[in-house]
């Protein structure tokens, strides 16, 4: 490319606002009198660190473009702690593969805290060579954070295989695997737990290939999650190996959001109870999942909120509650927004059986009640209209009572409560 | 140790005024919080170099949305690039987090996608090179500038705002 002659070069002159002599072109050259130099232009005074920091928001293509602005920056960005690749930012793969590679070459040895990974690809490609050597480069530079996009044009998720050296990262603290559908060979193999992945605070996994299984005992082996607050699962398939209770969060002992979406098991086996227990659990989101002939069972004594998004009749499911205040239930129907309603409107729904157990000191618990409007739902704040039959607010359950709630008909919630002690004698109330 | 029992701190801005603030909001200025730490008596008054009086409204508003839960309200879109460099040296200063991670947010935000004109403008930044530097500097680093439909050097012509 062609580089200009010197007027082309910006005078300083239009850059800064306060009043500083005009430099003629000439003048550039002569680097003895500028005083911005000097520390009146506040952002020349600005230290590397905060500059640093700045440049970490950017996209890694434009940070590296600082290096022609003037030679204090020339190798500044050598030391920005965040990677953000984006394929989309470069009309040619080729063009973005040499840039990262260049990128990772070039970069200082300082450590990097955040990578964003997001590649495109066109066909159902992917550049396994790049991932890997990417993942490689951040894992031995103490990266905290990654995120990684795959999706290939129009066609899903390519296969792709997860590099030995993200188990064994130390450093890492968040994860997120976006359109990344695994190939056969890293997920389901049985692996040896990797005794070095205990750092591991939040995982998202959100593959675009539904039919694939998964083993969740698999993936807890590979990611060691025991030490995850937060875990989001999405669109997953779980494979079950046919053993009767399948309670798959139970070592996550430090797991306190979980969010599971469009989740569903392979048609045969499935499991008799899918038992959601996790001692430190606080907020629960069930989206859209389907648990054909599955009971779900919810024991997470400090959950303090739970949303389910409902998606297909005679789902069941029964719960301990927690013994604090202020326990909140959600549930709802897809909305407009996710597509049509799974059911016709006016169909009768059984919307399923809450069967909850009690522990612990008396506590309040508040639903929030579903009304009906044109066959989506809308969650009202706090108090039940006046077409809805349900007109309680709170309710004061008592230690060692059991309680099922029924909730029937979309178009007027009804809940009927059953108060039934351990022996099985119950009375109705009907509210 | 400073044992005052108010519960207000007394910061005095570069431009002579006091404002009483909370020793929670104290607290998220490291730099304060360092300050009073390391007094052994009472303080009356802790001067705040290279922070002026509205930069401390703009503190307490933030401070007020994030007790409040309502950060993310929080907007410095009204400010022009010079009043965001301004804020953003002097939430360094004090060395609040928070507050820093959304400013700079905001200054990457303003240069996203922008040519090298107008970052260097935006920076403030003289343009040490040689044009013979600049060729070489470029050449090696082709590679970063790379598939773009306009090259970096033909925005700076376009005197862009």
């Not at chain 1, 016709?344 to 919307?351: A, D, L, M, Q, V």
């Amino acid at each position: 490319m062609v580089v200009r002659q010197k007027s082309d070069f910006p005078d300083s002159g239009r850059i800064l606002k306060r009043s500083k002599p005009l430099m003629s072109d000439s003048a550039l050259q002569d680097k003895d009198t500028n005083d911005a130099v000097e520390g009146k232009d506040k952002f020349e005074d600005m230290p590397n660190c905060v500059v640093l920091h700045t440049l970490s928001f950017m996209e890694t293509k434009d940070a590296v473009r600082t290096c022609v602005l003037s030679k204090r920056w020339r190798n500044l960005w050598t030391g920005i702690p965040c990677l953000n690749f984006n394929s989309k930012s470069f009309s040619r793969l080729v063009d973005f593969r040499r840039f990262v590679v260049c990128v990772l070459s070039r970069r200082d040895s300082s450590a990097v805290k955040v990578l964003n990974y997001s590649r495109t690809g066109v066909d159902y490609a992917t550049d396994q060579n790049l991932f890997n050597k990417v993942i490689d480069y951040v894992t031995s530079h103490g990266v905290e954070e990654i995120r990684v996009n795959l999706r290939a044009k129009g066609r899903g998720s390519p296969p792709v295989d997860i590099p030995l050296s993200l188990f064994n990262c130390v450093s890492l603290k968040k994860l997120q695997l976006k359109d990344c559908h695994p190939s056969k060979a890293t997920w389901i193999l049985p692996f040896e737990p990797p005794k070095h992945l205990l750092h591991l605070k939040q995982f998202t996994l959100d593959p675009t290939a539904p039919g694939h299984p998964y083993s969740f005992a698999g993936l807890a082996n590979i990611f060691g999650f025991a030490t995850l607050t937060t875990l989001n699962l999405c669109r997953l398939t779980l494979s079950f190996t046919g053993y009767e209770t399948l309670n798959p969060f139970e070592n996550c002992l430090n797991l306190k959001n979980l969010l599971l979406r469009e989740i569903r098991f392979m048609l045969e086996p499935v499991p008799e109870d899918f038992v959601i227990s996790a001692p430190q659990l606080n907020n629960l989101t069930l989206m859209c999942c389907r648990f054909f002939k599955c009971n779900l069972v919810i024991a997470a004594p400090k959950l303090i909120s739970f949303n389910y998004l409902y998606a297909a009749p005679g789902a069941m499911f029964e719960f301990n509650i927690p013994s604090v205040h202020n326990f909140t239930i959600n549930i709802c129907e897809p909305q407009n927004k996710l597509g049509a309603p799974h059911q016709k409107p006016g169909e009768k729904t059984k919307h399923g059986l809450i069967k909850m157990f009690r522990e612990g000191p008396e506590a309040e618990l508040s639903f929030s009640t579903a009304v009906v409007s044109c066959g989506a739902v809308i969650m009202p704040k706090k108090k039940c209209p006046s077409c809805c039959r349900c007109q309680w607010k709170a309710l004061n359950l008592r230690v060692g009572s059991t309680y099922k709630v029924f909730v029937n008909k979309l178009d007027q919630i009804t809940a009927y409560f059953r108060h039934c002690s351990q022996h099985g004698e119950y009375d109705v109330l009907s509210i | 140790m400073a044992s005052s029992s108010s519960n207000l701190i007394s910061l005095k801005t570069s431009d002579g005024t006091v404002f009483k603030v909370e020793r929670a909001l104290a607290k998220t200025m490291k730099t304060v919080q360092a300050i009073i730490e390391e007094a052994d008596a009472n303080i009356y008054m802790i001067p705040i170099h290279n922070v002026f009086s509205h930069h401390m409204d703009m503190i307490i508003d933030y401070y007020k949305l994030s007790v409040a839960g309502k950060s993310k309200e929080f907007s410095v879109e009204k400010l022009d690039n010079d009043e965001l460099k301004d804020f953003l040296l002097a939430v360094h200063y004090l060395n609040m987090e928070d507050l820093f991670e959304v400013l700079t947010q905001a200054v990457a935000d303003r240069l996203e996608k922008k040519s090298v004109g107008y970052v260097r403008k935006y920076f403030g930044i003289e343009n040490d090179f040689t044009p013979e530097e600049y060729a070489a500097i470029r050449k090696k680093n082709d590679w970063a500038f790379k598939g773009d439909d306009i090259e970096p050097e033909e925005d700076e012509e376009k005197q862009e705002e």
